[in-house]
């Protein structure tokens, strides 16, 4: 083999490994899992850098600046939680059911809402469920990351406005039909295939909230603050305006706070 013939073959050879990592990045964006506990779909979200917050000039002053994060691998449920799965949990911990929004009845007893996302939960009850299924409370990086991928996304499908054909926002309260059952609308779906992360229900991270946290410039795999009084909640809910369904827009609450539009999703570390 003369020199001309083994340069060749070592660039095919490299652009082999190339194209199997693009291929191989390319799956675990899009694979989904099942967890053993709550059979919940998981989407894999990949390694990498994504554009967090708003540029100058747009969104809000919490969300700037805007910059480069990266972070690790990790999993994260592609729905929201359901009534259906949270009353699982309760039933088997002998918790108290949360309040029903929709009638005097007990939650369990309401007709035709286990697919609708669980509302009226603390952010205690959010940690102690995912942690009983073996996972936890997403980061408000990995919350973000998910719902805009890498491309630095207004909203999850791209920068277009939403549609409230597709996007549960700017509602009134119309008992069972104000929340949508999860996962039902295709086109509200984000770049990893992640649903419902704009609209219908908030969803609570694990993150402290501070107004001036993106200014100290962490990076990689940002948490949060140590400590603080208020706990970051993501997206907008059926009754929030188009601003605050953003994938970039921040919310706020004390975590003993619930309401009918707050609710959550889990993630899982990959080690």
């Known amino acids: 083999m003369n020199k001309s013939q083994k340069i060749l073959g070592l660039t095919f050879l490299i ?37 967090m917050g708003s540029a100058l000039g747009e969104g809000r002053t919490d969300e700037r600046p805007q910059r480069k994060v990266y972070l690790d691998v990790y999993e994260i449920d592609v729905t929201e939680t359901t009534n259906d799965s949270y009353l699982k949990f309760i039933h088997s911990t002998r918790r108290k059911e949360p309040i029903n929004p929709y009638s005097d009845k007990k939650l369990s007893a309401e007709p035709n809402i286990g697919d609708l996302p669980v509302v009226q939960i603390t952010w205690y009850d959010a940690v102690d469920y995912c942690r009983w299924v073996g996972k936890r409370l997403p980061t408000e990086a990995e919350w973000e990351k998910a719902a805009r991928g890498d491309k630095g996304f207004i909203f999850p499908w791209g920068s277009d406005s939403p549609k409230p054909k597709e996007v549960n926002f700017q509602q009134n309260w119309a008992g069972t039909n104000t929340l949508w059952p999860v996962g039902s609308v295709s086109q509200n779906s984000s770049p990893y295939g992640v649903k419902d992360m704009a609209g219908n229900v908030r969803e609570w991270t694990n993150d402290w909230y501070s107004s001036d946290y993106y200014s100290l410039g962490i990076n990689k795999n940002p948490k949060g603050p140590q400590k603080g009084i208020l706990k970051v909640i993501k997206d907008g809910s059926w009754h929030s305006f188009k601003a605050d369904i953003r994938s970039a827009a921040r919310g706020k609450g004390g975590f003993a706070l619930k309401t009918d539009g707050i609710g959550f999703r889990c993630a899982k570390s990959i080690k």
């Open 15 to 51: 652009l082999m490994v190339l194209a199997l990592s693009n291929f191989l990045n390319l799956v675990s964006a899009t694979t989904s899992i099942k967890n053993d506990r709550d059979s919940v779909e998981m989407i894999l979200i990949p390694a990498g850098e994504f554009l």
